[in-house]
């Protein structure tokens, strides 16, 4: 599975650092940009090209980062089929997955450092959403609000 990452300024140094070790561990990704850092780009920029790959599905999973993950994760879930969600601990980086179909993980760069950041993304990769009724069924019930809200949209 190929994952797809993202910074703005606030994050681009740790993105890099993400990058070194998702090779070292022979993870595959794509970087989605910021490519080069860039002081005064606005992380709703930088998100539209790793959202639009999770939204089409040329994506799995991405992580995101800005200064505190909040930015990224608002900007992301305008996207239909983003499920983007702000994370701090370990718990919700594999829980999001398992119970909720989370597909996007948004880290705070200023906020976490490098490691913590790197046993987040390990979990969050590692972890597979759980096809049990009861998550498929509150999967399915935001997967209704989204289409509806978005068909209203589109009038």
């Known amino acids: 599975m190929k994952i797809g990452i993202a910074a703005d300024h606030a994050g681009f140094e740790v993105k890099e650092e993400l990058k070194k070790l998702l090779t070292k561990y022979n993870y595959e990704f794509e970087d989605f940009g910021a490519h080069t850092y860039n ?12 959202a639009l790959a999770i939204s089409e599905g040329r994506i799995k999973k991405g992580i995101a980062i800005c200064g505190s993950g909040v930015g990224v994760s608002i900007a992301a879930n305008k996207f239909a089929g983003v499920r983007a969600t702000l ?3 370990n718990y919700s980086a594999h829980q999001g997955v398992e119970h909720d179909d989370m597909n996007l993980m948004c880290l705070g760069g200023r906020v976490i450092g ?5 046993e987040l993304t390990e979990t969050f990769i590692k972890a597979e959403f759980q096809d049990e009724e009861r998550f ?14 978005f068909k209203k949209n589109k009038q």
């Open 136 to 149: 498929k069924r509150r999967l399915n019930k935001v997967l209704a609000i989204e289409k509806e809200n």
């Open 114 to 118: 490098v490691s913590l950041i790197w």
């Open 39 to 50: 002081a005064t780009d606005d992380y709703s920029d930088i998100i539209i090209p790793l």
């Open 87 to 89: 994370i701090t601990e």
